[in-house]
């Protein structure tokens, strides 16, 4: 895939991510010594961090799908794409805004 897509794009990545799949030794001494790619891959020891972080880009994208219905885009084209995802993102950020405001505590009645 990496000659590939330097043949056909001229793109030659200086970073790839993979999963648990691409964490043998054998495949990060190939990306990292051979052809100089820095892997981004979980490891069995590391990788907490990495699940982490991939968890809250993964759980935005989860919900623009299964609430905001973003299942599939109605725009055509690249600018159309962009577009109705930016407005999917705005209407995303208000419930994070609201989630970072903290709840009053309840009076006794």
Same mark, same amino acid.
């Given at each position: 895939?990496?000659?590939?897509?330097?043949?056909?794009?001229?793109?030659?990545?200086?970073?790839?991510?993979?999963?648990?799949?691409?964490?043998?030794?054998?495949?990060?001494?190939?990306?990292?010594?051979?052809?100089?790619?820095?892997?981004?891959?979980?490891?069995?020891?590391?990788?907490?961090?990495?699940?982490?972080?991939?968890?809250?880009?993964?759980? =935005?994208? @989860?919900?623009?799908?299964?609430?905001? !219905? $973003?299942?599939? #885009?109605?725009?055509?084209?690249?600018?159309?794409?962009?577009?109705?995802?930016? =407005?999917? @993102?705005?209407?995303?950020?208000?419930? !994070? $805004?609201?989630? #970072?405001?903290?709840?009053?505590?309840?009076?006794?009645?």
């Amino acid at each position: 895939m990496i000659a590939r897509a330097k043949e056909r794009f001229d793109l030659y990545p200086a970073r790839l991510a993979g999963d648990g799949g691409c964490g043998s030794t054998e495949m990060l001494g190939w990306l990292a010594y051979e052809h100089g790619i820095e892997p981004h891959v979980s490891v069995v020891d590391e990788g907490r961090t990495s699940r982490r972080e991939r968890k809250k880009v993964e759980m =935005l994208f @989860a919900h623009l799908k299964r609430i905001l !219905k $973003l299942d599939r #885009l109605r725009l055509r084209g690249p600018n159309g794409a962009r577009d109705e995802f930016h =407005l999917a @993102a705005a209407a995303q950020n208000p419930r !994070k $805004l609201a989630k #970072l405001i903290p709840m009053p505590a309840p009076t006794p009645a």
